[in-house]
């Protein structure tokens, strides 16, 4: 099955709503984990919120580029504070041994708006001009630099209040993840990649956020003409490294998992050679999806095949064991001449096999599903090729 060749960009439903994804059913908690947290709001003014970005609160410039807002409406942001109306508030949390730094758990696009306004730059390099205003027209077009100009008017901005809380006395990381998929349930979901990289913040999720800042076969399946905002690129590369990773074992908790592959690799990056070790697992994976898009087609590839043909969302579950698969070299060389034959031995495995279609539909991160679906892939590819693919190290608790 070739390449198809229809036009993709952002189709974000097709990757939303995925068993296989992180939540928070991923957390062991209880109440008495909670018993510390302390709640301190403040109303910090602008100014104050704008001198403490990059020093106390950190927005780390290795991934403030991942804006998810547009320019339209970062400018009416502005607007709406200048206007006094009154805006959700931002949740800071104190990091661990530290009580006057802070990471972000809500509102890391407000900061960024306030900073790139106040600093006079988007992120694309241009010019910050307000545009688009809906009430405060004499500012159309006027960037921060000609607003200052004018002390009542730059006083409207500055002196204005932002509900801003911080949370202190957490002893547990899952507390935080919990909040931040509490605050994230609604209809814009974001990864708790960005979560990760706060709690996590070292030379390996650095390296990896640039690397997938160059647009590639990764960006390709998820219909991305640049990198992801929400940061699925990111989350995909790490987890097909984890799984790659024999020294960390899958025990049933996908965030601990993807947690201690990025703790690992902070502490080894610096290692000689290291770096270059994950590079070329990273281009192995390019080249995995690439095969794998170049024989399912970019509409099927890790998708689930049920009652006789594809469904449309990303199956997360079916992207680990096909990058998996078609990373051992002697099975993707043996694969070029064959791609026929491995669709249709993943349809038949998918009809014939329930309990391989429940592995990747329903309790996907479960270690008996996880185990089960990489065994039953793994074996088909052992029968069609006659080549032996160790399994990825899957282990009871």
Known sequence: MSQDKTEWSDRDEEFEGDDADESSSDLELSEDKFAGLLVAPADWTIETLYRQIGKQIDLDPDFQRRNV???????????????GIPIPQILLSAKPNSKSSFLVLDGKQRLLTIKEFLDGTLPNGRPFHLRSLRVLKEIEGM????????????????????????????????????????????????????????????????????????????????????????????????????FQENSIPYKGDLKVFLDSLCEKYNLRFDEIDFEESVINKLSILQKSIEFGIKTFGNKYFCRKFSDGKYEMRFNRALFDIFVYSFSNQDFINWSKDHAGLIVESFQNLSSNDNEFLRSIETTTKSIDATKYRFEQWLKVCREISGIEIPRPVIVER
């Open 69 to 83: 807002w547009s320019s339209k409406a970062k400018s009416r942001f502005i607007e709406s504070l200048m206007l």
């Open 143 to 242: 960037s921060w630099k000609k607003i200052s100009e004018d002390p009542e008017l730059s006083a409207k901005l500055l002196n204005e209040t932002q509900r801003t809380t911080v949370l202190r006395g957490w002893t547990d990381e899952s507390i935080l993840y919990e909040i931040f998929y509490r605050l994230n349930s609604g209809s814009v979901k974001l990864s708790p990649m960005e979560l990760r990289m706060s709690l996590y913040p070292g030379p390996f999720l650095k390296f990896i956020l640039r690397w997938t800042e160059n647009i590639g076969p990764l960006h390709h399946l998820l219909k991305k003409r640049n990198p992801d905002p929400r940061m699925g690129d990111v989350e995909l590369a790490v987890r097909y490294l984890a």
